[in-house]
Structure formats: C-alpha cells, structure tokens
C-alpha cells in the first residue's frame, strides 16, 4: 500500500535522506522547505514548523493532495550552541521552539486525521545529546529530551487508536549540522562511540523507515539509538 508521508524539515540532511528511503519503498512523500524549490523528485509545501498556522496549512495541503496522512516525520530541528550563561535567552527559546514545539506542532496538527483513521506513525527525530548533555548544548539536550517525553505522552494518548509514536536518537551524523563540530569535540565522542565513526544520514533514515512501516505495529514510546553505539544503555 503506498503511503502518505509527511517530513518536517525534509529538504536536506538527514530529513531528505528519510524522504529517499520512504519515496523507494513506494510511499507518497511530501517534504516542507522553507526557502527556494523542493530538492528534484520530491513534492514539497513551504512551512517554518515555528508558526503554529504554516504548520497547520502544510498538513492541510498534504492531505488535500494525497488524502490522510499515515507517517508523520518531524525532523526540522536546529543548533544554537553557546554556554548557557552566557548566551541571550533566545538562544535557549529559539531552539526549544524549533526543535520540540515545531515537533508538537507538527504531530498536533496531524493526529486528528490519524485518530479518524485509526492508524498512523510517527517518529520524532532526536539525539543522543538528549540523554548524554552536552556543555554549550543546553537548549539543544534539553529540546531533544524533551521529544522522549512529548513522544512517550503522545503514545499513551494515542495508542488505543493504532496509531505509535516513537523516536530516534542519532549519534554524529555527517551532515551540515555538524559542520561547527571541533576536530577537538568530534574525537571526544569518537573515543565513546564503539563503531569508532560518524554515521550517515542514509543509516538514519533506514531505522525510521522501519518505525514508519507496517512490520513496527507492535513498535510504541521507543527511543531507537542510531549513535554506532553512542552512549548506549542511556
Ligand atoms: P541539517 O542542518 O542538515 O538540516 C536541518 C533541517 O531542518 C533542514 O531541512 C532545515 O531547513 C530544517 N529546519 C530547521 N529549522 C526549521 C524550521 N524552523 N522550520 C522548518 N524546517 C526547519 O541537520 P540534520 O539533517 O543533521 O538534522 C536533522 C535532525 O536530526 C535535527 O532535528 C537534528 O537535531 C537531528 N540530529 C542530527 C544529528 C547530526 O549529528 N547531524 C545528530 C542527532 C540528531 P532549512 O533548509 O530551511 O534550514
């Protein structure tokens, strides 16, 4: 069957990795951008997941497109590193409003759809920053902490209804994102990671197609590691 997907922030990096992967399992796959054109091959509606109405009518465009959404991906996130002393309150505010509220938003926005449907996925994207911390990262761990509780709230309220909830917490992921990250710093999380690399988007992007299929239907408030063994057991 294929599917109707949406991915927040799915025009590059690691989002635009997981629209690969799901538009060549046969899925239906509609990123947001927020600027200039949708990468080739894929549909895209413009949203900034930071304004709680462009959120709600990209969701309202996908499903006049495509009908009910079935796969929600809400990946958009960003950095803004600085010690939390010393970094302007926005710096905390911005993040958290990006990266977990753009994720409530985006699931808020699709659930009536999915409640009405009695099926649906979705999978948050977060980090393993969430459960390790990480000095200069407060706003960042904190935003991507936050998801486990959003993600594992929204299961309970949601499960009777078949739809699960679930996250992803990467590791280092080579993407633009980590393009600030110090040789200093990248070799402090290499020495913990036993797979002794970074990771790709593409591997990222497999774990979240298999918590968006069909075969995870018994798959609920996990936080799946794709961190080459990263702070495992956390
Ligand atoms: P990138 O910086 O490559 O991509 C970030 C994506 O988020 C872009 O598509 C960007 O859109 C989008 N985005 C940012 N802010 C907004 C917004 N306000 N509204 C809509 N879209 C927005 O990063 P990654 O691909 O690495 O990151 C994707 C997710 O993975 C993030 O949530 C990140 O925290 C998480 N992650 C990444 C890790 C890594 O090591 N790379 C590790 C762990 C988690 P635009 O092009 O318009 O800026």
Redesign the pocket.
């Known amino acids: 069957m294929s599917r109707t997907v949406l991915i927040?922030?799915?025009?590059?990096?690691?989002?635009l990795e997981i629209a690969r992967a799901l538009a060549a399992a046969g899925d239906k796959v509609v990123i947001?951008?927020?600027?200039g054109e949708p990468p080739a091959g894929l549909l895209g509606v413009r949203?900034?997941?930071?304004d709680s109405a462009a959120v709600k009518a990209a969701v309202d465009e996908v499903q006049s497109l495509h009908g009910t959404i079935d796969v929600l991906v809400a990946?958009?996130?960003?950095t803004r590193d600085g010690l939390a002393a010393l970094t302007p309150e926005d710096a905390f505010t911005s993040v958290l409003d990006?990266?977990l509220t753009?994720a409530y938003r985006a699931a808020k926005a699709v659930i009536p759809q999915m409640v009405s449907a009695r099926r649906g996925r979705i999978v948050f994207?977060?980090?393993?920053m969430g459960f390790l911390g990480s000095a200069g990262q407060t706003n960042y761990a904190a935003s991507?902490s936050g998801m486990l509780g959003l993600a594992r709230s929204l299961a309970w309220e949601v499960g009777s209804r078949g739809i699960t909830v679930n996250l992803v917490t990467?590791?280092?992921?080579e993407?633009?994102?980590?393009d600030g990250v110090s040789d200093k710093r990248r070799k402090q999380l290499m020495d913990q990671t036993p797979l002794r690399r970074a990771g790709t988007?593409a591997e990222v992007a497999a774990v979240v197609r298999f918590l968006a299929s069909e075969e995870a239907s018994y798959v609920t408030g996990a936080a799946v590691p794709v961190g080459g063994g990263l702070a495992m057991g956390q």
């Open positions: 927040t922030g799915g025009n590059r990096g690691i989002g947001t951008h927020r600027t949203c900034d997941v930071t990946n958009a996130g960003i990006t990266n753009g994207v977060s980090s393993v991507k990467p590791g280092l992921i993407t633009e994102m980590i988007a």
